[in-house]
């Protein structure tokens, strides 16, 4: 099982960064997805959660309404597109697969991808 985070960087507040998450190993159609985030001197959060088909999606209370996460199975790709940021929003984020029924994430994860919003 292999994650490969990309597209962060570092935006003012307000801005927009769109994440993407490459996975292979495992049949990913099959699998709901999510996004969490681990912010400087915090545990990791859930922030987003994306099923396989029909695709329902989840949102922490924190990013709820700003971001949007998305999935393409023919790609074994999930995004996550970042409105409105917020400087509380900088983190290292990560995606992972999702055990809906316990809501805990696969043993596996990626190296992340760096957000930083400052003005």
């Known amino acids: 099982v292999l994650f490969v985070e990309s597209g962060g960087g570092s935006v003012q507040p307000g801005g927009a960064l769109r994440l993407s998450c490459a996975a292979s190993?495992?049949?990913?159609?099959?699998?709901?997805m999510s996004w969490y985030r681990q912010a400087p001197g915090k545990e990791r959060e859930l922030v987003a959660v994306?099923?396989?088909?029909?695709?329902?999606?989840s949102y922490a209370d924190s990013v709820k309404g700003r971001f949007t996460i998305s999935r393409d199975n023919a790609k074994n790709t999930v995004y996550l597109q970042m409105n409105s940021l917020k400087p509380e929003d900088t983190a290292v984020y990560y995606c992972?697969?999702?055990?809906?029924?316990?809501?805990?994430?696969?043993?596996?994860w990626g190296q992340g991808t760096q957000v930083i919003v400052s003005s």
């Open positions: 992972n697969r999702i055990t809906m029924a316990t809501m805990t994430p696969g043993a596996s």
């Open positions: 190993g495992f049949t990913f159609s099959r699998y709901a």
């Open positions: 994306i099923t396989w088909t029909p695709d329902s999606t």
